[in-house]
């Protein structure tokens, strides 16, 4: 069975099924979620605990042992199986193996990576699943994370007023781990039960960090200041101006294809389908669509050949000036950003 994040806590409430599966890249909801599992464990009489750190080499024989095998008290257990490589086809006759005979006195804790759609779909993982809930953890899209911190503070039983909490959104975007730390630091730091500007100014660090899609996120949705502040955190943080260069001309290539395509009269669902664009990406598309022309998105593709140009020494400039100007002109065309 499948459940939510939110779902948890009453689930675990009820009952605790002989298998739980929670996938997801993003550590600090994952390992939240498995300090609740292991904390309802305990509470339901489960006091022993195995980890087994599934690498490439790993020997499923010891899940399976450890399934059947009595512990050394005659407790139950909580066995927690650590994903840190793909699954082979061992590992998945191992799941499936132990999902249909698994001991009643054991619960079995699987942490992975988040999982494809055509893994989530497969047989053996159904079959695994079947028998217990498979949680997937998601990351805390932007638009989620004032909400976010807001419950987090309200938790602890702190207000905070609009300018600090955009302020603190700001400052850990991207980094829940440093979301979390702050927040303890806010406890220790308010004299009072509400948050103000000056509180957030005082005690709390710059810690956002970027991946390459949250810039394309941003320039297509027409932000210019949070797409100017994204690729100066890449550029801060090492990201080669080629990989921006990258994204960049692919989101332009899919914008030229789109505009030619209204041009001509085509169906735009079309269009999104054949360039494998789905449903949750297409509303940005649309937006930068709405800004611009055909023309104006082939003219920032030939500059983006220029910057090419320029990282590869053919042509003098900066390459991350240019990536800021063109990038720029694609969230709000016709304004000049400032220096990065």
């Given at each position: 069975m499948k459940i939510t994040a939110q779902q948890l806590t009453q689930q675990l409430q009820q009952s605790m099924p002989p298998v739980i599966w929670i996938s997801g890249d993003e550590p600090l909801l994952?390992?939240?979620?498995?300090?609740?599992?292991?904390?309802a464990a305990r509470t339901a009489g489960i006091t022993e605990r195995q980890v087994f750190h599934a690498d490439t080499s790993f020997d499923w024989n010891l899940l399976l042992d450890a399934n059947q095998s009595m512990?050394?008290?005659?407790?139950?257990?909580?066995?927690?199986?650590?994903?840190s490589a793909k699954l082979k086809d061992d590992g998945r006759k191992a799941l499936?193996?132990?999902a249909s005979n698994a001991n009643p006195d054991n619960v079995l804790l699987v942490q992975s990576e988040r999982l494809e759609a055509a893994q989530s779909k497969a047989k053996w993982f159904n079959q695994v699943i079947d028998t217990g809930w498979w949680l997937p953890i998601w990351p805390v899209e932007r638009h989620q994370l004032p909400g976010w911190l807001r419950q987090r503070l309200q938790t602890q039983g702190l207000s905070i007023d609009d300018d600090a909490l955009a302020l603190l959104a700001d400052r850990v975007d991207g980094n829940l781990l440093a979301a979390r730390q702050e927040i303890d630091k806010l406890l220790l730091l308010s004299d009072s039960q509400t948050i103000d500007l000056d509180t957030v100014i005082q005690s709390v660090a710059d810690s956002a960090r970027f991946d390459i899609f949250d810039l394309s996120d941003a320039f297509l949705n027409g932000d210019l200041a949070r797409s100017q502040r994204v690729l100066s955190g890449l550029a801060a943080e090492?990201?080669?101006?080629?990989?921006?260069?990258?994204v960049l001309s692919r989101e332009l290539r899919n914008l030229v294809q789109l505009g030619e395509a209204q041009q001509s009269g085509q169906a735009i669902a079309n269009v999104f389908k054949r360039l494998r664009i789905f449903d949750k990406r297409q509303g940005p598309y649309q937006q930068a669509m709405r800004r611009a022309n055909l023309e104006h998105w082939q003219q920032c593709l030939v500059r983006c050949g220029d910057?090419?140009?320029?990282?590869k020494g053919r042509r003098p400039g900066d390459p991350w000036h240019a990536l800021s100007v063109v990038i720029s002109d694609v969230a709000q065309p016709g304004k000049v950003p400032a220096a990065l």
């Open positions: 994952m390992l939240e979620a498995a300090d609740q599992i292991r904390a512990s050394l008290f005659g407790d139950r257990q909580l066995l927690e199986v650590r994903l499936t193996a132990y090492g990201v080669e101006a080629p990989i921006v260069l990258w910057i090419d140009a320029t990282i």
